[in-house]
């Protein structure tokens, strides 16, 4: 099979949606996904969807939460962990969207990578989530699984980013990361991976080459 057949395979294997899939599906607000995003940081889905829901349940635009009290904040978001540093920046981010772009979220990825605290993977997911502009994000997931898969082998995620867009035809790019998310949710677990119902048993080398290598290394700190 090729990347692409492999990506359908694990397509028709995978069940539910991200956090971030239900957000465009039902809103498609960039600035509500651009918030969760940040606010996912380190944290599960489950706790970013209550943190999100939380926060936009009070307030809705930028200039609401640039306005709002930082206590406040601070207790809306508590569920995602961090939240003290999370709620400075969310904050500094919505003054910023409210008063340099008027209330709307840049579509461009070097504008969104200099807002405060947005990094490579948090700007992918709003060209991909809010705007369905091709990009891969990566998080631990789309990290993880490719090498797994013996796909790349990488290290870093800016390395991972650079290789799948090298064998993923970019008409691909938007599913990767819902696709690997959901799969490594479900059925490619960092730990103890359901490789019996895994659809790809029979063609997955299981190279656990450069986890094992992370994980030493983490020891040794």
């Not at 709307?104 to 502009?133: H, M, Q, W």
């Not at 800016?158 to 696709?179: C, D, F, M, Y």
């Not at 490619?188 to 490789?195: A, G, Q, S």
Request: include cysteine; proline fraction near 6%.
């Amino acid at each position: 099979m090729n990347y692409v057949e492999i990506l359908d395979e694990i397509e028709n294997t995978i069940e539910g949606e991200t956090h971030l899939d239900q957000l465009a599906k039902k809103r498609n607000d960039p600035f509500q996904i651009l918030i969760s995003t940040i606010l996912s940081a380190r944290t599960r889905d489950s706790s970013t969807e209550e943190a999100t829901k939380s926060l936009f349940s009070r307030y809705k635009t930028p200039r609401e939460i640039s306005n709002a009290n930082i206590e406040i904040l601070e207790n809306l978001i508590h569920k995602s962990g961090f939240y003290k540093v999370k709620a400075a920046r969310i904050k500094e981010v919505s003054r910023i969207i409210s008063e340099d772009y008027r209330g709307e979220v840049p579509r461009d990825f070097n504008e969104l990578v200099s807002l405060p605290g947005v990094g490579a993977k948090t700007a992918n997911c709003v060209l991909v989530y809010a705007f369905n502009i091709p990009a891969i994000p990566v998080d631990t997931h789309v990290h993880r699984i490719p090498n797994r898969l013996g796909w790349i082998k990488t290290i870093k995620p800016e390395q991972t980013e650079k290789k799948l867009k090298e064998i993923i035809p970019k008409s691909h790019w938007i599913r990767v990361n819902r696709l690997f998310v959901r799969f490594g949710q479900e059925i490619c677990l960092p730990i103890h991976p359901k490789c019996d119902i895994c659809p790809l048993n029979a063609i997955c080398p299981k190279d656990f080459t450069i986890e094992l290598a992370m994980k030493s290394k983490r020891k040794k700190k």
